[in-house]
């Protein structure tokens, strides 16, 4: 064979071999890679199968008793769980059931739902609520609300339907929440807290989620502020506790059982009320002495007759608690107040010598008038325990005048606080700048939140109506506002305060 054949012989050889070793690399190739999934659970393999649908399947399958629980249709993997597709030439395969083995081993599965991210505040740090239905939030919202507000006054502000005061009542305006509330769906996890309804969403929303229901059992005499009392308790809280009672003088039935619980709420709710309401303006004890009168000699004179204001007023409310100034938009007399006044004998003598005998003395209220009581004596706050040991007089201007309630020694002055305060905030262990006064009898008054400009000093004899200070809005406070109160004893050793109101009863 010639030298060329032979090269062309040798060159279609080596063609047809490579054509054969490329056929069949190809059909290796074809015959070893294999699609399968790989499964991670929260980033770590747990191993590697062949059908993704068949793990779907088999854990629905399986959970069978999530589906009664929950009512769902189906059960999903856990949210850590990720089947990813790849290629293996000789992959180790696990079996569907050992791979669902070790998911319920260490993870939770879930089930289609929502969640509601509620975000933080001064008052709580940002959480999220789990529900299987909207309708379910939204309800318990909306009972949440109508703890606070009237139904009435609520359907007419989301209605638009509400119209100008122009007798006593109660507008709302500008409700809201003052949380930033998202709501988004989500696999959620069988072992979350999982709301299936939404009494039991909104009272945990009003009681705080960690709260723990007591119940008392009415008896003879009790009334809902007495009950609250005795729990320490605003009786605002047991009407929320106690959606059948709607105010605080309706009657309980002896042998009925109340929820007790104080009401820490997990959301701030808040708006805006003008309010028309007529205001009694208490009036003023004066006291006249008789020298010609026995000492024992007292007689009414000239009876007290209280004020009466129809006042238009705005304030923030926030959980059903005032949260701002309270701005008086406008007053109107419809009856001026009677001061009483009451005839004192005087002398008395005994052995020759005069005695000139003080049996008590009248009492004046501490600021102008025009006023209006922003906050009563008693468990004011809700939570529980928290004793508002006075009244807040409001209504009246920045600036103006404080009297003492009676004639009196100064005992205590605090006088360096700024004077615009805040809340919370402890300058004069959160009084502000105040005035102590040590009176006969034992009796003490305070005057807090005051101005720092106060023009006594202590050991100061005052009289009463002298000016003692300045209405302000120091130390813990929402505005512009008078703490008064009154307590047998010193009130910084553990004296008892009691109503300053009964002072002028």
Not at 319 to 332: F, K, M, Y
Not at 452 to 463: C, E, F, H, K, L
Request: proline fraction near 3%; hydrophobic fraction near 30%.
């Amino acid at each position: 064979m010639k030298t060329k054949d032979k090269f062309i012989t040798f060159i279609l050889c080596t063609i047809v071999l490579c054509i054969y070793v490329v056929a069949n690399s190809y059909s290796l190739i074809d015959k070893k890679i294999n699609r399968v999934y790989k499964v991670y659970l929260d980033g770590e393999v747990i191993g590697t199968i062949e059908n993704k649908d068949d793990l779907y399947s088999l854990i629905d399958e399986k959970q069978q008793s999530i589906k009664d629980k929950y009512d769902v249709e189906n059960v999903y993997p856990p949210n850590g769980l990720e089947v990813i597709e790849t290629y293996s030439y000789n992959a180790n395969i696990s079996s569907i059931n050992d791979i669902y083995n070790k998911i319920e081993e260490l993870q939770d599965f879930t089930i289609f739902g929502y969640e509601v991210k509620v975000s933080a505040t001064t008052d709580h740090e940002s959480y999220s609520i789990y529900i299987l239905d909207k309708e379910i939030f939204n309800k318990a919202i909306k009972d949440f609300i109508l703890a606070f507000i009237d139904e009435e006054g609520y359907n007419n502000y989301i209605n638009a339907t509400q119209g100008e005061l122009e007798d006593v009542g109660i507008t709302y305006n500008e409700m809201g929440f003052l949380e930033n509330i998202v709501i988004k769906e989500k696999y959620i996890s069988i072992n979350d807290k999982i709301y299936e309804n939404s009494d039991e969403l909104a009272q945990d929303l009003l009681f705080g989620f960690d709260y723990k229901e007591r119940s008392y059992t009415v008896k003879a005499g009790d009334t809902i502020e007495s009950v609250a009392e005795d729990f320490e308790l605003n009786p605002q809280e047991i009407l929320i506790a106690n959606s059948k009672y709607s105010s605080k003088d309706s009657l309980l039935t002896i042998g009925d059982k109340l929820m007790i619980a104080y009401v820490l709420p997990e959301l701030s709710f808040s708006y805006k009320v003008q309010e028309m309401e007529e205001e009694e303006q208490d009036y003023n004890n004066e006291i006249v002495r008789d020298n010609t009168k026995p000492s024992g000699y007292s007689e009414i004179t000239t009876p007290g007759v209280k004020g009466l204001n129809l006042v238009t007023k705005e304030y923030t409310v926030v959980n059903g608690e005032l949260a701002s100034t309270v701005e008086i938009i406008n007053q109107e007399v419809i009856r001026e107040k009677v001061d009483q006044v009451t005839t004192k004998g005087k002398k008395a003598v005994s052995l020759g010598w005069e005695i000139f005998q003080d049996t008590g003395s009248g009492w004046t209220w501490p600021t102008i008038d025009r006023y209006v009581i922003t906050s009563a004596f008693g468990y004011r706050e809700l939570g529980g325990g928290k004793q508002h040991n006075g009244i807040d007089i409001s209504g009246t201007p920045w600036g103006s005048n404080i009297y003492a309630a009676n004639d009196g020694i100064v005992t205590y002055i605090y006088n360096g606080c700024p004077n615009n305060g805040s809340y919370p905030n402890s300058c004069g262990g959160g009084y502000g700048n105040q005035v102590v006064i040590y009176h006969d009898n034992n009796i003490y008054t305070i005057y807090a939140h005051m101005m720092n400009d106060i023009p006594v000093s202590v050991g100061q004899t005052v009289s009463k109506k002298q000016v003692i200070g300045h209405m302000g809005n120091s130390g813990q406070s929402t505005g512009t506002h008078l703490h008064f109160g009154v307590s047998t004893g010193d009130p910084r050793k553990g004296g008892k305060f009691y109503n300053p109101r009964k002072l002028y009863q």
